[in-house]
């Protein structure tokens, strides 16, 4: 992995895990802490959730951005991207909302006629109420330079402790903060709609085995995340990264 370029901000870059780089930029002694995606494929999303809690759970490590990445390719915004969307805005929250940028990035993959109503779209309508709050939105071009730019445009902002970061430290499980209770919602969701597709499965003529299987397992999946949430234990985690409270940090 390059420094010279934000680690989520790579071409190749697909995060599996909480990754931390470590670079100088203008001076400072820039950490910039790489999460998956709620809509991870390898991660649940309970797992991302528990994952960035163990990191921000340190008592002193304060961010100076939040840089929420989107490709401008994706062509429409699915359940997976609103969901995503929902989480940021809990784990920062709106009081916050000034020290997130909403990068697009994949400029290169699309039209520029379409790459603009694509965006006109996020600005107006999927990224309105993040706007309205103080997020700012930009692009990213694909080049180290670039990106660099982009970290440097938060350097100067003051750093701010995370919604998700202060219910943790007023004593709160993870499930009973903000991101926690939305996901549990979502899962709740999740689960009722794949009880329906297996009573809607068992009721048909027809059953497929292979259809089966995949709603029962999905539906597993779903009450696997609700229990990992009940499980998850802040106040038992290891702090694994409290060399960072001093220092210049930017999520990703």
Known sequence: MSLDTPPSLQSNSCTKEIQIAT????????????????????????????EIAKYLQTGGVRLSGILYLHPISD?????????????????????????????????HSVTTSESDIRLHDLISDFWKGM??????????????????????????????????????QE????????????????LAKLKERYDRELKEIKDGVAVEREEFQEALRKRDEAAEQVQKLHEANIASMQVQIDKLKEWKCVMM
């Open 75 to 107: 062509s429409r915004m699915g359940g997976a991207g609103r969901r995503n969307l929902k989480m940021l805005q809990d784990l920062v929250g709106q009081e916050n909302m000034g020290n997130v940028k909403l990068i697009t990035t994949k400029w």
């Open 171 to 186: 004593g709160r499980e993870v499930e009973q903060t903000s991101a926690g209770k939305s996901l549990m919602k979502e």
């Open 23 to 50: 670079t100088n930029i203008d001076g400072y002694q820039v950490h910039l802490i790489d999460t998956p995606g709620f809509n991870d494929d390898d991660m649940s999303e309970s797992d991302v959730l528990v």
């Open 131 to 168: 706007i309205a709050a103080g997020a700012q939105h930009d692009r990213y071009d694909g080049t180290s330079e670039d990106g660099k730019r982009i970290v440097r445009s938060v350097l100067k902002t003051s750093p701010v402790t995370l919604l998700f970061q202060q219910e943790l």
